[in-house]
């Protein structure tokens, strides 16, 4: 039986093949990054937007002469609500991600279920097109089409590239978001305390820092470039609110 042009919708096999890769590229793409596992990009993700978010509070702090003995407290309640959003959106980012890969994959049941003989087809261009031919092909394909679980699982992997054992749970996520609030908010709350004019602004470019150099490196990533750009995304934040805030305070 050939393949009817309602599963291809008019594309050959070779470009419904390429189509299916990038469905799962996308349905798969970490939601902090592309290659780093999802809690160590949302940990650092939520190292240095935590790290600016306390500068910048510290910014304005200063220039609306905020009382000193109650900015540490100031500080500690903002990000305990700035914890909880953070942790939650990363879980929340996991589940949604989840939920495609699901889509995919029940999506790609009822193929296999509905069009025994467009999968077949599909397996035989994959497999032709990583050298198999003559009765090794046969064989093989006949192997994968007796079992749909099999069939299922080559399927995703061979056809929309998706690993499901790699993808982290959407909680690793969110602990990882929560590690790197936690981590940033004590360090900036410890060079507050131990030097009220200058210690948070300090700290924090330490941590957007560490956190840069962390992810760019296990990224496989210029370390240096990627320094350069977050100082300087971050330099242009908080100069803009402090240029503002003096100009509309004095």
């Known amino acids: 039986m050939p393949p009817t042009p309602e599963h291809f919708q008019g594309k050959s096999i070779v470009e419904h093949l390429r189509e ?149 749970h959407p909680l690793q996520h969110s602990a990882g978001a929560a590690l790197g609030v936690i981590a940033t908010l004590g360090l900036c709350l410890l060079g507050e305390w131990l030097s009220p004019s200058l210690g948070l602004p300090l700290v924090a470019a330490v941590c957007i820092g560490a956190a840069t150099a962390l992810a760019a490196k296990l990224e496989r990533n210029h370390v240096i470039n990627a320094l350069v750009w977050n100082f300087s995304v971050a330099a242009l934040a908080a100069g803009v609110v402090h240029f503002t805030a003096q100009i509309l305070f004095g």
């Open 20 to 168: 299916a890769r990038m469905r799962g590229m996308m349905a798969s793409k970490e939601i902090h990054g592309t290659e780093l596992p999802g809690s160590i990009s949302a940990g650092a993700d939520a190292a240095k937007e935590t790290a600016i978010a306390l500068l910048i509070l510290w910014i304005l702090s200063h220039h609306l002469a905020f009382p000193q003995a109650k900015l540490f407290f100031a500080f500690l309640l903002f990000s305990c609500g700035w914890l909880i959003w953070k942790a939650g959106r990363s879980a929340l980012l996991g589940w949604a991600r989840m939920e495609r890969l699901h889509r995919l994959i029940e999506e790609e049941r009822w193929e296999i279920e509905h069009h025994r003989a467009q999968e077949r087809s599909e397996l035989v261009e994959m497999y032709r097109a990583k050298g198999l031919q003559g009765k090794l092909l046969d064989e093989v394909i006949e192997v994968l089409m007796a079992d749909d679980n099999r069939l299922l699982r080559v399927m995703l992997e061979e056809e929309l590239g998706l690993t499901i054992e790699a993808y982290e």
